[in-house]
């Protein structure tokens, strides 16, 4: 699939089930009401709208408080997976759009059984390894990756949910935009075990082309999946994000506009997939919506 021919499927996941509170399951809806899908035919490019999976709204979990809501998430992962599934069957690349970082879970579940030698390239202020173990939050939206490399914590019910473990191994990853000082000390843990690779948010924000470019440089030759996690942001110039803590770090969003353009025009890139959008946290600047269709649209 080259860039000029490419064809399209967008699937939402309007859950916030595994977040902190209400806001990310308006996400797929608000991204399509700001015109998503015009903008992204009006550069050339062939979009079908798969639709959504199932609608999820957060409330507490007083039976599970360190892994909250974990069969809604499931539910959505499966959901999301066998969508982005029959995309892939198609040819299609495909747009995801969370709800939250959980979301990259289905996409690697739909495409590394069809492409063993996949990657993730994971764009997230955090690196989502933590399990319950070495978070009270409960919030499994950042427990992702730790269930797709199966470290030890992970839940079996999400883990085996995903195909046979692990579904992805280390070499298959690359950590873009984190902030070292923002994971917790099991995440660091994980990190150095795993040996993990990462280029760091300041790296992003400064020459966004050439971190991109070190990033696609470390993973392997198949297909790839660019997860972002708009908290990867500076939240004060775009206020998108579920966490609020990204203020006056990391990149703006024309920069990471920069870096996703460069990875979406790369041979392997198959899917898109964009997380912790909480609509709510843009009502006081709503230009920020406008701006993030414009950078999606513009980078693929
Ligand atoms: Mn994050």
Redesign the pocket.
């Known amino acids: 699939m080259t860039v000029d021919d490419r064809t399209l499927v967008i699937v939402g996941a309007p859950s916030s089930a595994g977040s902190y509170a209400p806001g990310q399951e308006l996400a797929p809806a608000v991204l399509r009401e700001h015109g998503l899908v015009d903008r992204l035919r009006s550069r050339g490019i062939t979009v079908t709208d798969a639709g959504d999976g199932p609608v999820q709204i957060w409330s507490p979990d007083d039976e599970h408080p360190l892994a909250q809501n974990l069969g809604d998430v499931v539910a959505s992962v499966t959901a999301v997976a066998e969508k982005v599934g029959a995309a892939l069957d198609d040819g299609a690349d495909v747009l995801l759009l969370g709800g939250s ?1 959980l979301v990259a879970l289905g996409a690697m579940s739909a495409l590394v059984p069809r492409a063993p030698d996949a990657s993730l390239l994971y764009i ?3 690196s ?1 390894l933590n399990t319950p173990q070495t978070t009270t939050d409960g919030a499994l939206d ?1 427990m992702g990756l730790a269930h797709l490399l199966d470290v030890p914590g992970a839940l079996p019910e999400l883990r085996d949910a995903l195909g046979p473990a692990p579904l992805l191994t280390p070499e298959h990853v690359h950590l873009l935009g984190v902030v070292p000082s923002a994971s917790t000390p099991g995440e660091r843990r994980i990190r150095d075990a795993l040996g993990l690779q990462m280029t760091v948010s300041d790296d992003l924000a400064h020459d966004p082309r050439a971190a991109a470019a070190r990033a696609l440089e470390a993973l392997g030759p198949g297909p790839i999946v660019a997860h972002v ?1 708009v ?2 942001l500076d939240f004060t110039d775009a206020p998108l994000a579920e ?1 609020t803590g990204g203020r006056n770090t990391g990149p703006t969003l024309a920069a990471l506009t920069e870096a996703l353009a460069m990875i979406c025009r790369d041979p392997r890139f198959r899917i898109l997939s964009i997380g ?1 959008f909480n609509p709510t946290r843009a009502v006081g600047a709503p230009e920020v919506i406008d701006r993030l269709v414009d950078g999606i649209a513009h980078a693929l």
């Open positions: 970082c997230d202020r955090h989502d950042w996690d908290d990867v966490d912790e």
